[in-house]
């Protein structure tokens, strides 16, 4: 029997070089880069509409939103890690020629079956270290149905659940509305 070899440790630089050219994206760990899966249309429809929602509201706004071209980067005391959210707004813009946000006011991700024990574990307990992070949007794909995870103001996070196409989130952080009816405007739920 023989042992696995470990993965090839890179530097930050590195790595954002290689996401620069690279056809796939990539999550960064640490020094230890995976792949990342590809998002079924569903799932793409529901960030989409989040987005246009997030943009058309942000309109003329100090806060601005991207999409899931665009890294966060989360710094530990001993590594760093960059992830693709499905959305982001962010108040405090890195430079325009950085590939990723460091200080994300809201942060959205879609769950999709393939994905949702990475995404409601590692990722999620990531995401709330982020000291700027106000709020952080989960959204379920099989359903009309949202978690919110909201700081207060003794410094940790809230959990709110929102289910069915009439609720509305208020983000009050970034003067914005998320009405689960047009998140989920062109998606056809199995009953």
């Not at 023989?2 to 796939?24: F, H, M, Q, R």
């Not at 806060?63 to 959305?87: G, L, W």
């Not at 009309?144 to 289910?163: C, K, M, W």
């Amino acid at each position: 029997m023989t042992a696995l070899k470990p993965p090839e440790s890179l530097s930050i630089e590195e790595y954002l070089l290689g996401e620069e050219d690279s056809d796939v994206k990539h999550e960064f760990l640490g020094g230890v880069v995976h792949a990342m899966a590809v998002g079924t249309n569903r799932h793409n429809s529901i960030a989409f509409s989040a987005m246009l929602s997030l943009g058309n509201q942000l309109r003329g706004k100090l806060c601005q939103p991207f999409n899931s071209d665009t890294k966060v980067k989360i710094e530990f005391s001993d590594h760093t890690r960059f992830y693709y959210p499905d959305a982001m707004v962010v108040c405090r813009k890195n430079p325009e020629t950085d590939h990723f946000q460091s200080l994300p006011d809201v942060l959205i991700e879609v769950l999709s079956e393939s994905t949702r024990r990475t995404d409601m574990g590692e990722i999620k307990d990531a995401y709330l270290t982020i000291p700027s992070l106000k709020v952080l949007i989960l959204v379920d794909s099989d359903s009309p149905g949202v978690t919110v995870y909201r700081r207060e103001s003794g410094g940790g996070f809230r959990a709110e659940r929102y289910d069915g196409m009439e609720e509305t989130i208020l983000l009050p952080e970034i003067e914005v509305e998320l009405r689960l009816g047009e998140i989920y405007e062109r998606v056809e739920f199995e009953n």
